[in-house]
């Protein structure tokens, strides 16, 4: 066995001796990997879960533990909020492209409800509760937010406002023990442990095996430096993240996140992709990524956003990673809050006002003209942005990006401006292309035999948009796709 | 031999007889076709190209012309023009980025005054005359233009500006007769002739042909509905052209082009690209395009173009293909042109003015409050826009966005507005990832032995921005190296 293939596909003529073999063999133990796993033992298969830290979690347990979720889930019932199928694809084929793949999305959201209950039935804790406040997160342990912009400009008016971002109940959040993302991965892996699930840890994958059919019947790993053999009766499921951290792909195909990942793990270096490459996958939307934006939502909603010209870009109320995007993305990072000092004090009042976001403004001014001049800004730039969004303030409208009225007073004076350039980082989004069974499509179009997917390895719901919570939800949603397809599929168990 | 591998690689072994041979096997005729033709015929190559359409030519042969090139080429310095590959280095990086190829971009520029003198040397015509005006390209057989932005804003002030756009001269251009691209392409050709350089026409390859070793040894094509087989004994050059064309690919890697292809012809369908991804290639940058904008530059530089929120976003004397790209991409496609009448009848009267910008404003108005509202702009935001403009421009200047002085004139009235919405298209610039033998990169980074990719199949200079003469410029300097590496790889010629 050459270690010179590296992630090439092995032919498993050259493999005499199995370390392991299960039916379905699941690389990586975040959401996408434990969603498969329980739905693989569920359909009756023997399944063993790699995974290449010492513990189950991946991303998805550290992170916030949004899931995307609609057209009426039981949450949603509970707390008010209208939203069926339709109106939730409606939504999501507006706020994250353009190109996103639509027979997913379709899938998705008619799927949504059920998938809702599936997590309920196996043990994720959803409060009644709703929290409406800008942010990032509820403050408290709160199950429902709005996550992606729904509420804002312009989707408040292309798809009715419902909140989708369901949150598993979290426990001593302020302190950083049982986030979200936890309380969402240890019910899922006590339900796979409890099905039989096996894991082993701290093993990476190297490549894929391959029959002489071009069937993927397993996988090479190392376990500390040593290779390990494992073979997969029945399929092979990658679920090992995104690419974030790996230099050459984010340089070759996302390259403005150079030097700002964000909110994923080192772990995340593209490996379930490459390996898959080497057998000829197709990708997409190698470029999509989110972008977390430092700022406090609190306080940018209460003022003005300008770019490197001082021009307004972005309704300031709308979900803070459409911000991130725009900045990042549109505005070449550079960014600016300019809010008056009566707002700022109220701002920073509010309950989810963290000290993660405080910070003194970079300059106070008693006039507009002179905030400007300190800010090094082209004679009149500022001020006509201010004149023009203080003019339709007057009467609560903000004619010009959409901001809700409830959010547009005139900006006063004395006056702040926060700089917020370099205020990004982000996680990418591309990765393989996968059907509604989550197979791996091969450049011909076809799926590749006993290889599945899902995930951040994965191109999912999203391409040039994101919604916090549509990472875990489809992670969840395509990992259980890819558990039952995988299980079901090839010869019968030996 | 099945039809059903589709472009999946076929075991050399499969293969009993061979309908061609050749040392060096080139798909696709258009410039990096037949720059590798030329050079792997002058190493001593036995060489065939295969050209899917009946004549050589490809994309290039209907392109203006442009080949980027400088450091200091014979046409720069007969035309007074200094520049060095150091300044040319420093443009590029600055304007073609973020994410791009640095080795390669370095590699070009200290290449680029050799691979000037080989055009030159092959029979291709500059005519010693430089053109000033903006514009895409010159009215008649000027040889030299600014092509990328060199002498605008921010780049002017980045690296000493140079005009690179390097143009074969045409003859009756204006009757579409032998144009920059066909006065390219003819003395290549003829000279590939005379090399003994076969072609075979009406061929399209279907896949690579693969030893046991891995080594790419041939390809499988189709004539009129017939599977023909080629061997290459030592190399194999994909020369086939961006994937504008393929619809598939267009949604998965750059989904903004839909509905917009430009620039490139209908065989660019990622065939190339396809065929090598099979074989586990990498690829880079799959979301980059060239983005055409179909506004005269000759009004442009004399107004000021606005987004869809009356703000201006670009310097209006750039190239216009990042005016495209700037449209396209940061500002969702939306684009208006503000020009008071004595600027818009001096532009008319200008000799690139052309009847395919040419046509009457969208609206026409006394003041500019008037044209806001007869565009449904918010009350104020033009007037400001403008009233910043005009405020600094009463002196030449420009803070905002840098135009040179000498296009900056205060907007008086009447005045009129042009809608340039969606007024973008263009093709692909992402592809296969090579090295500087032009070598295709494997997913493990190694090179695939005896496969070798130029031109625009492949990701050459270009990652977010572009410059006209990039992917002719690109093309042909990496087609030279393909044609080299390949006639010298492999066994010898049997």
């Given at each position: ?18 370390d392991y ?5 699941i690389?990586g ?10 739905e693989?033992a569920?359909?009756?298969?023997d399944v063993?879960v790699?995974?290449r ?5 991946g991303?998805?347990?550290?992170s916030g533990g ?9 949450l949603?019932k ?5 939203d069926?199928p339709?109106?939730?694809?409606k ?6 492209g ?6 997913k ?10 998938h809702?209950?599936w ?15 800008p942010?990032w997160?509820p403050p408290?342990?709160?199950g429902?937010?709005?996550s992606?912009g729904e509420?804002?400009?312009p ?6 406002p ?8 979290m426990q ?9 993302g936890?309380?969402l991965?240890k019910?899922?892996t006590?339900?796979?442990e409890s099905?039989?699930?096996r ?7 190297q490549r ?5 059919d071009?069937?993927?019947?397993g996988?090479?790993a190392k ?11 029945r399929g092979?499921?990658?679920a090992?993240?995104?690419?974030a951290?790996?230099?050459r792909?984010?340089?070759g195909?996302?390259?403005?996140l150079?030097g ?6 080192e772990?995340?270096?593209?490996i379930g992709?490459?390996v ?6 197709e ?5 999509a990524?989110?972008?977390a934006f ?6 940018m909603v209460r003022?003005i956003?300008?770019n490197?010209?001082g021009?307004r870009?972005?309704a300031?109320?709308t979900?803070?990673?459409?911000i991130?995007?725009a900045?990042?993305?549109?505005q ?13 004090e ?17 300059w ?6 002179e905030?400007?001049?300190?800010m090094?800004?082209?004679a009149?730039s500022?001020q006509a942005?201010?004149?023009?969004y203080?003019?339709?303030a ?9 901001k809700?009225?409830e959010?547009?007073?005139?900006i006063?004076?004395?006056v ?5 350039r370099n205020?990004?980082a982000g ?8 059907d509604l069974?989550?197979r ?5 179009g076809?799926?590749?035999p006993g ?11 999203c391409?040039?948009g994101?919604a916090?919570g549509?990472?875990l939800?489809?992670g ?19």
């Amino acid at each position: 066995m050459s270690d010179t293939l590296g992630v090439r596909p092995q032919p498993a003529a050259d493999i005499t001796d199995w370390d392991y073999e299960a039916d379905v063999v699941i690389a990586g133990y975040g959401i996408a990997g434990v969603a498969a796993a329980i739905e693989a033992a569920r359909a009756g298969a023997d399944v063993l879960v790699l995974e290449r830290t010492g513990g189950w979690g991946g991303a998805a347990s550290l992170s916030g533990g949004f899931i995307y979720l609609g057209g009426g889930t039981p949450l949603q019932k509970a707390l008010g909020f209208d939203d069926t199928p339709e109106n939730m694809e409606k939504f999501m084929l507006a706020a994250l492209g353009p190109g996103v793949d639509e027979a997913k999305i379709h899938d998705y959201c008619q799927g949504s409800v059920e998938h809702f209950n599936w997590l309920v039935a196996q043990g994720v804790p959803f409060k009644e509760e709703f929290w409406g406040e800008p942010g990032w997160e509820p403050p408290h342990d709160e199950g429902l937010m709005y996550s992606g912009g729904e509420n804002a400009a312009p989707f408040k008016d292309i798809a009715t406002p419902a909140p989708r971002g369901h949150l598993p109940q979290m426990q001593n959040k302020r302190i950083g023990e049982q986030g979200g993302g936890y309380m969402l991965m240890k019910p899922l892996t006590d339900t796979a442990e409890s099905l039989g699930v096996r894991a082993e840890y701290d093993i990476r994958i190297q490549r894929l095996v391959v029959a002489d059919d071009n069937r993927v019947v397993g996988v090479v790993a190392k376990r500390y430096g040593k290779e390990i053999t494992v073979r997969a009766r029945r399929g092979v499921v990658l679920a090992t993240g995104s690419f974030a951290y790996e230099q050459r792909m984010i340089e070759g195909y996302a390259p403005r996140l150079i030097g700002r990942p964000a909110a994923a793990i080192e772990e995340h270096d593209g490996i379930g992709i490459r390996v898959a490459q080497a057998l000829g996958a197709e990708l997409a939307h190698m470029d999509a990524t989110e972008v977390a934006f430092f700022g406090d939502p609190q306080m940018m909603v209460r003022g003005i956003l300008v770019n490197g010209r001082g021009q307004r870009y972005i309704a300031e109320d709308t979900y803070p990673g459409r911000i991130g995007q725009a900045t990042l993305i549109q505005q070449d990072n550079q960014a600016y809050l300019i809010i008056d000092e009566a707002a700022l004090e109220e701002a920073l009042k509010t309950e989810t006002s963290s000290p993660f976001f405080r910070q003194p403004p970079t300059w106070a001014a008693e006039t507009i003209e002179e905030l400007e001049s300190d800010m090094g800004l082209p004679a009149g730039s500022l001020q006509a942005t201010v004149e023009v969004y203080n003019r339709h303030a007057e009467s609560g409208a903000d004619p010009l990006l959409g901001k809700k009225p409830e959010w547009v007073k005139p900006i006063g004076t004395p006056v702040a401006g926060f700089d917020m350039r370099n205020f990004t980082a982000g996680f990418t989004l591309g990765g393989l292309r996968t059907d509604l069974d989550s197979r791996v499509i091969h450049v011909t179009g076809e799926p590749i035999p006993g290889l599945y997917a899902a995930g951040r390895c994965t191109s999912g719901v999203c391409a040039g948009g994101y919604a916090s919570g549509t990472s875990l939800g489809d992670g969840s949603f395509y990992g259980r796709r890819a558990g039952r397809a995988a299980a079901n599929d090839g010869p019968a168990s030996s």
